[in-house]
């Protein structure tokens, strides 16, 4: 699947729904048994949604089918949650608050299917049309520019899904909702690559009122074999290191660019006399998908310039 910086890059004629933020999995239906299969190989055999699934095609004299999902979770609103809140769910909370977003047909009756794609959601939309754990997911036809717009409002500004999704031709086509952060790098990861001095993952913070300062997650720092090599010049700045992490000053200052956040709690760390503590932990964020964009030599390490409120917090 392609992905693209703006929704305006989609392109016209496109089928396009909006991006779920759940689980892929794969839908097996036969005569015995209806069951989940992510990527991990887990199966799930027991939410209500797989069993309102199993009924929905029975009911349509389906007796053997293969479809492609998202496993996905909603509050008691019925606003989508995130993946992680997702999880909580599937795990320990109320499991009728699970959904499967259906959004392609492989097999059906153990035939495969050599139909279009708009055939394919048609047809998948009326097996499951009252169904209300298990749907077809929302899509329409980008006509124009005007249609993406209304698309991305309704969808991911409005209702708060992830980004897009687009087919056209055969091919595949994602936008996500993205925004960027600026953060200090107090940490290189040894990941693969640092036995021969390239750096392929940081570790960022923000920092607070206090001036402490708040790890916000890791960063890749790319492909571009060249500034793997020039950050390693960050291990002439360091504090400490442990088994996993290089802990270094923290005086480099980047923008990140990510798709969305979520809650957990973090490392806080205090300076002092060059050495760099961790005094604690505290309930913060994490940054999911995130990219380094560029690096900010008009900022310096301070709470003006990294305040932690840029997530919200507080």
Known sequence: MRSLLSFSDIPITSIVSPKLDGEFNLIVHTQVETYTLNLWDTMQYQLPCIRECRQALLAKG???AKLLAELYGVDKSGRMLRLPEFIHEVKAGDKNRVKLGVFDLIEVNKLPISEG???KL?????WFQN??????IPHGIATSQEALKQFWSEWVEEGGYEGLVAYNNGGWFKVKKRTTIDAVIIGI???????????TSLKIAVMDEHGQLIEVGDVASGIDHPLRKELWKLTDYKLREDRETLYIKPIVVVEVEFTETFETEKPVYTLTDDHLHQVGARPYYSLRHPRLTRFRPDKTPTKQDIPLEQLGGS
């Not at 048609?122 to 009326?126: P, Q």
């Not at 169904?131 to 077809?136: F, G, K, L, Q």
């Not at 990861?189 to 750096?199: A, D, S």
């Open 117 to 119: 794609y708009r055939w």
């Open 122 to 126: 048609e047809e998948i939309a009326d």
């Open 131 to 136: 169904a209300e754990r298990v749907h077809v």
């Open 189 to 199: 990861n040894k990941k693969p690559r640092y036995e021969i001095q390239e750096v």
């Open 62 to 64: 389906i007796t053997q």
